[in-house]
Each structure stands twice: as C-alpha cells, then as structure tokens.
C-alpha cells in the first residue's frame, strides 16, 4: 500500500457534522470524484486533492456572472503578492472571464 499526500489520513470532522452545508460538500465531493475515478486512475488522485484544496482556498472569491448572474468560482488564478486574478468560466452561458480578488485572507475576511 503507497501513503502519499493523497491517501486517507486520520482526522476528526466532528465540529462540522451539523452543518448541512457539511453534507451537501461531501456529496458534491463524492460525485466529482467518482467521475474523475471513472476517467482516470483511481491511484492517481493528486489532480483531484489538489483542485478541491484549491478550491477550498479560493472559496471566497465568487464572482456574478454578468449575465446570468450566478455566482462563479474561479477554475484558475495566478496569484502574486497578496493579488490573485482569478479565471471564471460561467457553465450556464458559457462565457469567460477574469476578475482580481485580494489572495490576504485577512482583508478578505473584511467583506465576509
Ligand atoms: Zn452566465
């Protein structure tokens, strides 16, 4: 058995198990990963850990689609300093586009 950065570890998420929005990521989590497993090797999940830390990481950086409206996370951003310009892609209309979010989460925390 391979343990890696990927692989299972022991932790506790005991203080979260009320929150419904807990369950609805594990779901949400689950389907993507079984989509991924489906197209890729299972053993090889270090693109999955790494765009779900991410996006936890970029979690506040939403951005409204200027015509639909929805609220997008970005799918790439190159961060500098304490800049991060962020990549979105709306799935509902298809279109594309950038925005510029803080990357110090203290300051983002200021409009949370
Ligand atoms: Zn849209």
Redesign the pocket.
Known sequence: MTIDATSPRTFDHAELIQLPEYHALRQALDALAQRLDREQDITDRDGFIAAVTDMARTSYAADD?D??R?PVWPHGADVTDSWMNGRYY?P??N?AWTCGYTADLEIAAMFI
């Open positions: 689609c015509h639909c929805e709306c509902i209309c279109r």
